[in-house]
Antibody, heavy 121, light 108 residues
Framework: QVQLQESGPGLVKPSETLSLDCSVS??????????WAWIRQPPGKGLEWIGS???????FYNRSLESRLTISADASKNYFSLRLTSVTAADTAVYFC?????????????WGQGTLVTVSS | DIQMTQSPSSLSASVGDRVTITCRAS??????LAWYQQKPGKAPKLLIY???TLQSGVPSRFSGSGSGTDFTLTISSLQSEDFAIYYC??????????FGGGTKVDIK
């Protein structure tokens, strides 16, 4: 049973960079037929897909965030990361790391517990 | 991008009630639809995928149906642990993956 765990600062200043890591256990980022994804949820609101990465293959980003966003991975340490630059209060959200299948069946079958990131000075 | 619209946005129901939630896609997505349940302070949990396939471990009182643009999630007999927010998600035409706005099920 794969487990995912987010880590990173809970408070980021406006215009700075939000950086989060997701540690994966019980499964391997490299060599598995899964995408590794980030999804966020502003307080009291719905879910927004941020982006998905297939290790050694394609990475897809939400077009509304693409210019500020980087998702990367370190297979040797079995974790993947989110980097979002020039943040504003609108980026305040619970950030979830997640896994979904490669190919046609891109439903999310595993989620991290989520971490709240607040953008405030 | 495909937009997903859920209705109602909230509903009140009693234990034992039959509950139906609707999700509509802005264009056809075949049966590439998933349903999730989210409880306060928790991550969403996958309930159903491919519109009607129950994820392992999910109680059989949950069921899904539909194809194309119109989908439903039904809880046949609502239990106390089912009070939560439910989201649909399409994955037919991605990126992006898109979610419905959610349906909150609370106690009448």
């Amino acid at each position: 049973q794969v487990q995912l765990q987010e880590s990173g600062p809970g408070l980021v200043k406006p215009s700075e960079t939000l950086s989060l890591d997701c540690s994966v256990s019980g499964g391997s980022i490299g060599g598995s037929r899964y995408y590794w994804a980030w999804i966020r949820q502003p307080p009291g609101k719905g879910l927004e897909w941020i982006g998905s990465m297939y290790y050694g293959g394609s990475t897809f980003y939400n077009r509304s965030l693409e210019s500020r966003l980087t998702i990367s991975a370190d297979a040797s340490k079995n974790y993947f990361s989110l980097r979002l630059t020039s943040v504003t209060a609108a980026d305040t959200a619970v950030y979830f790391c997640a896994r979904h299948s490669y190919g046609d069946f891109a439903y999310v079958d595993s989620w991290g517990q989520g971490t709240l990131v607040t953008v405030s000075s | 991008d495909i937009q997903m619209t859920q209705s109602p946005s909230s509903l009140s129901a009693s234990v034992g009630d039959r509950v139906t939630i609707t999700c509509r896609a802005s264009r056809g997505i075949s049966n590439y639809l998933a349903w999730y349940q989210q409880k306060p302070g928790k991550a969403p949990k996958l309930l159903i995928y491919v519109a009607s396939t129950l994820q392992s471990g999910v109680p059989s009182r949950f069921s899904g149906s539909g194809s194309g643009t119109d989908f439903t999630l039904t809880i046949s007999s609502l239990q106390s642990e089912d009070f939560a927010i439910y989201y649909c998600q399409q994955y037919n035409n991605w990126p992006p993956l898109t979610f419905g706005g959610g349906t909150k099920v609370d106690i009448k």
